[in-house]
């Protein structure tokens, strides 16, 4: 009897899920609804139908729907996000950095082959409700994360003499934070190329205006 139910069980959960099971190809089926939706407008439903599983396959490969925006996050910044700040250390010129920086954001806003905006920006407004404690929290941490490694950058260009040693890194370094994430509400909510192009622009000649690399 035992055995006869294992056999049924084994049964059921491999009918829950296909048997060629592409785990990346999930998470970026359910990024791509997080991403259009937002945390609370990806209905599970929504989810498991473009994933191609059922519920029980859902909760047991990659727990309840938090735990799927957590893994569908580090996806995100793996294949998309984290090309900025790698622009950020191919250029020796700061000016030349901060602008690959900002073409990358450019990029992932305006591409047309997936949803608009920042699926980090998108949702960052939408989870800082006291319900949503630990995706605000991480989401911030994704903020701080970029803001360091601008004020890394920055504070190089500071050393080298590119930047005046009185200016303030860490502040500039939020303020690129601020407008890369403004530059996402406005590719959210419909703005072209060339909108959010006049907005990066300023905060490069903010950069300029304050940069005295010797020539």
Not at 25 to 33: F, H, N
């Amino acid at each position: 009897m035992d055995y006869i139910l294992f056999i049924f069980r084994s049964v059921q959960n491999m009918k829950g899920r296909p048997r060629e099971f592409d785990l990346d190809r999930a998470l970026d089926s359910a990024m791509l609804v997080f991403w259009r939706d937002g945390y609370e407008g990806a209905s599970l439903s929504e989810l498991t139908a473009a994933m191609n599983i059922n519920r029980p396959s859902l909760y047991g490969t990659f727990g309840d729907k938090e735990s799927l925006f957590f893994k569908v996050l580090d996806r995100y910044i793996e294949c998309y996000a984290k090309d900025g700040v790698g622009k950020l250390s191919e250029y020796k010129d700061i000016g030349e950095a901060i602008a690959a920086f900002f073409a990358s954001v450019e990029k992932l806003l305006t591409d047309p082959h997936h949803p608009a905006g920042c699926l980090i920006a998108n949702c960052t407004l939408e989870c800082g409700r006291n319900r949503y404690e630990a995706i605000s929290r991480r989401l911030n941490q994704c903020h701080a994360e970029t803001t360091a490694a601008l004020y890394q950058r920055l504070r190089l260009a500071q050393i080298e003499g590119q930047l005046a040693a009185d200016e303030d890194v860490q502040a500039m370094a939020q303020f690129f934070t601020a407008t890369m994430m403004g530059m996402g509400m406005m590719a959210r909510t419909g703005a072209n190329l060339v909108a959010i192009r006049q907005v990066s622009a300023l905060a490069l000649r903010l950069l300029k205006k304050n940069s005295q690399v010797s020539s």
